[in-house]
């Protein structure tokens, strides 16, 4: 059964750092790339950055410089790394299974919200 949950959203003050983590099961992150998206009050869900099976990476312009997205395979999780965190990345946080960074999204997981304020 394919499964995906993310964690580690909260509420942090603008500059600040947080990680979030997409741990995965029923398959393996040598098969599947995944993405991370977020979506903001009303607005559409976007893709900020994926880690394909091969491990080459991209980013949104939007958080290119700021956000690191890895991935440990023993441990079955993809990590975002935020940096520099602007009031504008507050949003609900979701990663997805894809086959290639370029597709379609197979499965999603729940979401972690992520609220950058002061």
């Known amino acids: 059964q394919v499964q995906l949950v993310e964690s580690g959203g909260g509420l942090v003050r603008p500059g600040g750092s947080l990680r979030l983590s997409c741990a995965v099961s029923?398959?393996?992150?040598?098969?599947?790339?995944i993405a991370w998206f977020r979506q903001a009050p009303r607005k559409d869900r976007e893709q900020i950055s994926c880690?394909?099976?091969?491990?080459?990476?991209d980013y949104a312009d939007s958080v290119k410089g700021r956000f690191t997205i890895s991935r440990d395979i023993p441990k079955n999780t993809v990590y975002l790394q935020m940096n520099s965190l602007k009031p504008e990345d507050t949003a609900d946080y979701y990663c997805?299974?894809?086959?290639?960074?370029?597709?379609?999204?197979?499965?999603w997981g729940p979401g972690t919200p992520v609220t950058v304020s002061s």
């Open positions: 997805a299974a894809k086959r290639y960074c370029s597709g379609w999204a197979e499965s």
């Open positions: 029923g398959f393996t992150l040598d098969a599947y790339g």
């Open positions: 880690i394909s099976p091969k491990g080459s990476t």
